[in-house]
Structures are given as C-alpha cells and as structure tokens.
C-alpha cells in the first residue's frame, strides 16, 4: 500500500485531465460527424457582412479546444482564480527571449521542408511551396485556434504536472503518448488522410511524431520557464507548414512523408535530449520546478 500511495500521487490528476478531456473532445468529434448540414449566420464587419460556419466545424475546433479549456477547472484543489491568473502568467509574451521566437519559427519550417525534400529525393511527389504572404496568414490564423488551446492542456499542464514526478525527458514522452492517442477519432474516423494507407499505420506513425514533437516543445516549454506562446507559435507554424508540405504529398505517397517528417522530428528531439540533459533544460529547485505552476 506504500507503494501504490505515491504511484497514485503522481498520475491522479494528469490521468483526470486525460479522462475528461478525451471524453469531451471524443463527443465533440463524434459529433461534428453527424451534424454536416446545420449552418450558423452571423454579421460582422464595417458593412455588417454575413458570415457562415457550419456546426460540424464548430465542433471540431471546440473538440481542440477542449484541452486548453480544462486547465481552468484543473486540479479542483486550486482556486478558480489562482488559476485563471497562472493562465495569464503562462500566456505573457515577453517572458521568452527572442532567440526562443526564433527556434519556434525556424525549426518547424526545417522540420517539414527537410521531410519533403527527402521525400522526392527517394522518389516521392513534389510539392508546391507556399507563398509567403498564405502562409503567414495561415499561421496568424491558426494561432489563437488549436495550437492555443491544446498547448495551453498538453504542454501548460500534463507535462508540467508529470515533471513534478518524473524527468522532464519521461514526462514528455508520457505526455507525447497521450497528446497523440488523444487525436485518434480525427485520424483514424474523421479523415482520409491518403487513399492508399492503411489509416491505423498513418495513425501510429503520426503518434510516433507527435511524442518526438512533445519532446521538442517541452525543451523549449522549460527553457523558457513556462511561457508559451513560444510553443503555441511553433505548433501553428507545424500545422501549417505540414498542410503545405506533407499533407499533399501523403495524398499521393501513402506513409513515406509522414515516415521521413519522424524521422527528422525525432533527429531534432535527440539533439534536444543530447543538448538540454534528461530534464530538457527545466530549471529544479528541490525537487520541482522554479516556474510557478499554481
């Protein structure tokens, strides 16, 4: 019994998030697919245009969302607003160094340009590379949508709460392994991401890069003492980036992009792993961490 209490300790509350925010994002997904024809209206604008958005869509983004969500009703035992507050604190964009901007922006870009090029050198499709002015508002708005909420739940808590208990390395890949079995209902019901793929290995596969990206996004999470808008700027970027250069390609090639985008995540996360130590450069003082974390 001794030995349970502690074992108890350190997944209880990382393991209620995971239940409620699987659940809920589950639901939401679920049931985007059977709510394709409703259609919401609304004005806005100068000229008070009408707009449209489908139910489907807005279940699926508040499927996303629901990660980030959560944080403001975990754990119970924090009061709302101590943790309204550590919301805001993690969300302060002049706490990271610009250095740390610029690995956000750059090191998703090489990511998925270097998997693409090796891609079609090993005979696979071509694809077109973005123009700048696209992509940088594909980025711009994408930003406040998935990469905002799912970081603020997998990076601004899970991980955060696992490295209470575990190096920073283990709760990464712990957190890494949730944060893609979390995904499965978009990637193996929801979508078709290439009619010549089995959709399970696709799913593995992409469950393979997504913990080597929560390595990744960890180190620069700890490394910049808990801000994170770093991180939500590299995932933006990583999505968008991805639909332009992996996305077309898996269309046409099946598993070999997605292969190559984890084996250069994975590259990445070693070089982090190597450079940062087992704690991926988060700063301990007794035995936790120096950022606050409510």
Not at 44 to 72: K, Y
Not at 135 to 155: D, I, Q, T
Not at 243 to 263: C, E, F, H, M, R
């Amino acid at each position: 019994m001794n030995i349970l209490v502690p074992l108890i300790r350190r997944v209880n509350i990382p393991a209620a998030f995971f239940i409620a925010a699987l659940l809920a994002s589950w639901a939401c997904w679920f049931a985007s697919s059977y709510l394709v024809k409703p259609t919401l209206f609304f004005q806005a604008g100068a000229g008070n245009h009408w707009f449209e958005i489908s139910i489907q869509t807005l279940l699926l983004v508040l499927g996303s969302s629901i990660p980030g969500i959560a944080t403001l009703f975990f754990p119970r035992s924090i009061k709302a607003r101590t943790r309204f507050a550590r919301f805001l604190w993690l969300l302060n964009p002049v706490r990271a160094k610009s250095r740390y901007y610029a690995v956000a922006i750059l090191c998703p870009i090489a990511i998925s340009f270097l998997a693409a090029s090796l891609n079609l050198f090993t005979g696979g499709a071509n694809v077109l590379l973005p123009k700048a002015s696209g992509w940088v508002a594909a980025v711009l708005l994408n930003l406040p949508l998935s990469p905002l909420w799912e970081e603020l739940g997998w990076r601004g808590f899970v991980t955060s709460e696992l490295q209470k208990f575990y190096s920073g390395f283990r709760a990464s890949l712990i957190g890494g392994i949730l944060w893609g079995f979390w995904h499965a209902p978009l990637k193996l019901f929801l979508r078709h991401d290439s009619p010549i793929a089995q959709p399970i290995y696709l799913f593995l596969l992409f469950c393979i890069f997504s913990t080597g990206l929560a390595v990744i996004l960890s180190w620069l999470f700890n490394r910049t003492s808990g801000a994170l808008l770093p991180v939500v700027l590299f995932h933006s970027i990583h999505n968008t980036t991805s639909t332009y250069l992996i996305d077309p390609a898996v269309l046409k090639d099946g598993l070999s992009p997605v292969l190559w985008a984890s084996v250069m995540v994975w590259t990445f996360a070693a070089a982090v792993r190597i450079q940062a130590g087992r704690d991926l450069g988060l700063a301990r003082t007794n035995n936790t961490q120096t950022a606050p974390m409510g």
